[in-house]
């Protein structure tokens, strides 16, 4: 074993999950060094993650992969809702979503599929994924990562790095190195995975949720008819033997009441489902995402997607800082808005998933007796459905709170996501987020911009956004003039209805940020 000199980059990715491909190749786009290893000897080629959210595929699209995974994915048409075999109430996603994304709808794409995508696009902007490699820990000091890796010939390997970025689950080394808690426990139930190939109704290219005394199911279609990832629970009586269980131990009385035929078991596995927030998401120069900082329940198809969340968030900024275009306090920002809706995602998603699998007596009267009723009635309203939408679809997340967020006009906050609307440019329609590909900070104005705005972004090299005042615009909240500043993630920085250069100004002067352009 001998070991080798030191490398440098500017950000060390540990984990090579949708997580960290996600954080490599948005540094990567945004121009920073970037390394990724991870301790596999391969991608994976089964997961449990299928759904991708309308948010996902927005940031997606502004490194240009939205319309492809979009189009190698399968959409989901509808949700259905069934209790005690009965199929109770659907909600048709286009319904749902219609006008508030570009993607109105959940995306089946799961996640073995997902992740050889993103290596092969990291690949083509030059980076590559350095299997069986594996941090031994780390020291942070003196301005600067100091990493110890073993290479997969029993090599060690010291990386010095601006930033270490742990990607590496619920696992995870940079964590425990960290000695950052991971609070959170355990639910009783033993659950499954499995696709399948199968036939009948429920069989429809929708989406399926099960509900009955004890049992959970969910049915997402994959892509290819009569294909579909099921998860649920495990006889009880079974459980004590989990280690060498199979699909003969899967309770199947939510599948025979919904009269589901498995003629085929394509992969199968069992797991326990956790529920847990670590204490901080960044000690230092370290920080923590995806599984590494949280892991919920399935409930919703959250986990991947809020992971992917977490490395946006993270990208611009330490792109950013290391380049010089922001002060180093924009770091500052990344716990603080990432952790608050991890905290309140894990409470919801918990919540839920204790109501849907207790075997109390008033958690199974909710379900079997309340449920029936309650839910179709709901169903039954646009503003339901719609609200639905937004928080599956995580178009709702914001960072109203951050130290980043100021302002705002009407409904829409410094902190919101920008709001999705068709607009007409030089007699082209398209969407307000077409610029987001840029991935720099912006300036939106709908109707008409002041002298003033137009002069102070010619100045600092802000992009500017002019578009024509349509009635439409009005029903996203959006405000006539009003100056909208839009991070490089698509959220709003700045909402100014009183339209001054001061407050443009003030707010970049205050944090020292540079635009890239």
């Known amino acids: 074993m001998t070991d080798s000199v030191s490398r440098e980059t500017d950000?060390?990715?540990?984990?090579?999950?949708?997580?960290?491909?996600?954080?490599?190749?948005?540094?990567?786009?945004?121009?920073?060094?970037?390394?990724?290893?991870?301790?596999?000897?391969?991608?994976?080629?089964?997961?449990?993650?299928?759904?991708?959210?309308?948010?996902?595929?927005?940031l997606y699209r502004q490194v240009g992969l939205g319309d492809t995974i979009a189009e190698r994915g399968r959409s989901a048409v509808a949700v259905n809702l069934w209790v005690a075999g009965k199929n109770l109430a659907r909600a048709v996603f286009g319904d749902m979503g219609a006008g508030l994304s570009r993607y109105p709808y959940a995306l089946i794409f799961p996640q073995d599929e997902h992740e050889r995508l993103l290596i092969d696009q990291l690949a083509e902007a030059g980076v590559q994924v350095e299997r069986q490699t594996e941090l031994l820990g780390f020291e942070d000091a003196d301005g600067r990562v100091l990493a110890h890796l073993v290479r997969p010939e029993g090599a060690r390997e010291d990386c010095e790095a601006a930033y270490v970025a742990g990607c590496d689950g619920a696992h995870s080394t940079v964590r425990e190195t960290l000695g950052i808690g991971f609070p959170g426990g355990v639910y009783a139930h033993l659950f499954y995975v499995a696709d399948v190939e199968a036939s009948d109704a429920a069989m429809n290219g929708e989406v399926h949720v099960a509900l009955d005394t004890t049992d959970f199911l969910a049915v997402f279609p994959l892509k290819g008819d009569g294909r579909a990832r099921l998860i649920g629970t495990v006889r009880q009586e079974a459980e004590r033997q989990h280690e060498n269980l199979t699909w003969d131990d899967v309770s199947k009385r939510v599948i025979e009441r919904m009269r589901i035929d498995v003629g085929r078991v394509n992969w199968f596995?069992?797991?326990?489902?956790?529920?847990?927030?670590?204490?901080?998401?960044?000690?230092?120069?370290?920080?923590?995402?995806?599984?590494?900082?949280?892991?919920?329940?399935?409930?919703?198809?959250?986990?991947m997607n809020t992971g992917i969340?977490?490395?946006?968030?993270?990208?611009?900024k330490l792109a950013a800082v290391r380049h010089g275009r922001a002060n180093e306090s924009l770091l500052d920002s990344y716990e603080p808005e990432r952790i608050a809706f991890a905290r309140r995602l894990v409470a919801t998603t918990d919540r839920a998933f204790t109501g849907v699998t207790s075997s109390g007596a008033i958690a199974r009267r909710i379900r079997l007796n309340i449920v029936p009723l309650l839910i179709p009635l709901l169903f039954r309203f646009r503003a339901t459905r719609?609200?639905?939408?937004?928080?599956?679809?995580?178009?709702?997340?914001n960072y109203r709170g951050s130290s980043l967020s100021e302002g705002r006009a009407g409904v829409v906050h410094g902190g919101d996501r920008l709001p999705w609307v068709m607009v007409n440019v030089n007699g082209v329609e398209q969407d307000n987020f077409a610029p987001l590909t840029s991935l720099d900070w912006q300036l939106h104005v709908y109707g008409e911009s002041a002298p003033e705005i137009r002069a102070v972004c010619d100045e600092r090299r802000l992009p500017l956004h002019v578009f024509p005042w349509r009635s439409e615009t009005g029903r996203t909240g959006l405000r006539r003039d009003t100056v909208y500043l839009v991070r490089p993630d698509g959220y709003l920085g700045l909402v100014d209805p009183v339209k001054t250069a001061a407050a443009v100004t003030s707010y970049l002067d205050a944090r020292k940020i540079i635009p890239r352009t």
């Open 11 to 58: 950000v060390l990715v540990v984990g090579a999950g949708p997580t960290g491909l996600v954080l490599a190749l948005w540094l990567t786009k945004l121009g920073a060094r970037v390394r990724i290893v991870d301790k596999t000897a391969e991608p994976g080629t089964t997961s449990r993650a299928v759904a991708v959210q309308a948010r996902t595929l927005e």
């Open 269 to 303: 596995s069992i797991y326990h489902v956790h529920h847990r927030v670590a204490d901080h998401f960044r000690k230092g120069r370290a920080f923590l995402l995806g599984d590494a900082a949280h892991i919920h329940s399935p409930v919703g198809g959250q986990g």
């Open 309 to 316: 969340g977490d490395a946006v968030n993270l990208a611009w």
């Open 386 to 397: 719609r609200f639905l939408f937004r928080t599956v679809s995580q178009t709702a997340v």
